[in-house]
């Protein structure tokens, strides 16, 4: 129950934090602050799923030779986002080997990928926050994907997670493991092969909570949503989604006294209950290609967005009926891959995967700022994160532009590195982390 209690406080956090200025919602939100779970980065999106890190101070500024404090080599490919848990980071990897497959793959048809035929390892390491030495790893399988992969992606997509008990690892359709905090494998569950639209492979996160392991299987044929035990890996329930291929992580939040969990979804945004797996409430859907995350504003409300051919942003109200409303709606500018990112009332979101920003009252739907072009970035797939009144925006080619977290746009910086990143920042006390495509670097001021 520990999760349990520790998210039922933070959403009460979150919804008192709307009463801007108050003394009272103040000093709760101050001492909820002081739990154990803030100061971590155990999940996709962060310790409130929603790209804010509410006690990192990281640097403002930072280039190869100023204010990286280690920078180490991470083998294979892999643009999942890492976590962190006190003083270890874990990160995911597919390692390309030379063993060919026996009986390779045969290309689907309808794909436009190609799948390998030689074997790679699927890899989880540890490492140390303060030095990025090595203090374990494990290759969770060593398995020949059965399907190809888009070309800017890899097959260590999806990040893992962690309630600083367990270590839950997911790669998909290669396989769903359970670790200790010590790198010792204690289960893994196979729950077949995903079909993806054009064989652009799989990235969807999933996450846990408390006791279960919730799994997103939104694939172009049979689509799922699963819960394991995180014990022992065994489905709890399944319930069939009637959905093409996603890739968006859902969303847990608490209301009415129970644990709902919310996906995005090209046909329909659906919530269901983390216990049962009833369906709760679902609301027409987003676009094609839904990728981006929901998050939670407030008490009783949902925010989900898309940007495939169309766009659309939908904040939806939920009532002690379980009747969700449109509080309001938004039709243009919304994002392809990076998720939005929620701080306090502001909703920032980018154009597709585009260099231009839009800030949002997540109260009224109404923009502060935007359609905003950020000159100094190209293409965007990393998300956006917030830490210490500042948002983090990284590129594709390596640049991470820091603006005032602000109702009005400020640029603060903008810091280069010498490899491009795929993979969204992580902020932990006064670090920031970034997975370049070859290496992790650890950024602190000197």
């Keep these: 129950m520990r999760n349990t209690l520790r998210f039922g406080l933070l959403a009460a956090v979150m919804a008192l934090s709307l009463t801007i200025g108050h003394p009272a919602a103040q000093a709760f939100q101050d001492d909820a602050q002081d739990t154990e779970l803030l100061d971590q980065w155990h999940q996709w999106r962060g310790p409130l799923a929603n ?43 597919a390692v390309s080997t030379e063993r060919v497959a026996d009986d390779p793959p045969i290309k689907d048809e309808r794909a436009m990928t190609q799948p390998p035929e030689n074997y790679f390892q699927f890899t989880v ?61 204690q289960w893994s569950v196979d729950l077949g092969d995903m079909r993806t639209r054009r064989g652009w492979g799989e990235a969807t996160s999933a996450v846990l909570e408390d006791d279960h392991v919730i799994v997103n299987w939104d694939t172009e044929d049979d689509s799922f949503i699963y819960v394991l035990d995180a014990a022992s890996g065994d489905v709890i329930w399944q319930q069939e989604r009637m959905e093409p291929t996603t890739w968006a992580t859902p969303l847990v939040i608490q209301r009415n006294g129970r644990t709902e969990i919310v996906t995005n979804g090209t ?36 925010i989900c967005m898309a940007g495939y051919r169309g766009n659309r942003a939908v904040a939806i109200d939920l009532d ?59 293409n965007l797939y990393a998300s956006p994160i917030a830490a210490a009144g500042r948002v983090y925006i990284t590129s594709r080619e390596g640049v991470t532009l820091v603006i005032r977290d602000a109702e009005s746009f400020e640029v603060l910086a903008t810091n280069a590195l010498g490899e491009g990143i795929d993979a969204s920042p992580v902020a932990v006390g006064s670090k920031l982390l970034l997975r370049g495509r070859d290496h992790l670097y650890c950024v602190e001021e000197n």
């Design 267 to 302: 046909n329909n945004i659906r919530s269901y209950d983390l216990q049962s797996g009833e369906l709760l409430w679902e609301h027409s859907g987003t676009t094609l290609n839904a990728i981006p995350c929901p998050v939670q504003f407030g008490s009783n409300r949902v």
């Design 51 to 93: 790209g804010v890190a509410p006690h990192a101070t990281p640097p403002i500024e930072w280039d190869e030779n100023t204010n990286i404090l280690w920078k180490v080599p991470i083998e294979g490919e892999g643009i999942s986002t890492p976590i962190v848990w006190g003083d270890r980071i874990f990160v995911l990897s």
């Design 320 to 378: 002690e009926s379980d009747r969700p409303t449109v509080a309001w709606a938004i039709n243009s500018r919304t994002p392809y891959v990076p998720s939005p990112l929620l701080s306090e009332n502001r909703l920032y979101f980018t154009q597709a995967n585009q260099a231009i920003l839009s800030c949002v009252n997540a109260e009224n739907g109404e923009f502060f700022y935007g359609p905003q072009r950020l000159d100094e970035l190209q």
């Design 125 to 185: 390491s540890c490492l140390s926050l303060d030095s990025g030495e090595t203090i374990w790893k494990d290759v969770a399988i060593e398995a020949v994907p059965h399907e190809g992969r888009h070309k800017t992606s890899s097959y260590a997509a999806a990040s893992p997670m962690t309630n600083g008990k367990q270590l839950i690892v997911h790669f998909g359709s290669i396989g769903t493991f359970g670790y200790s905090m010590d790198g010792q494998q």
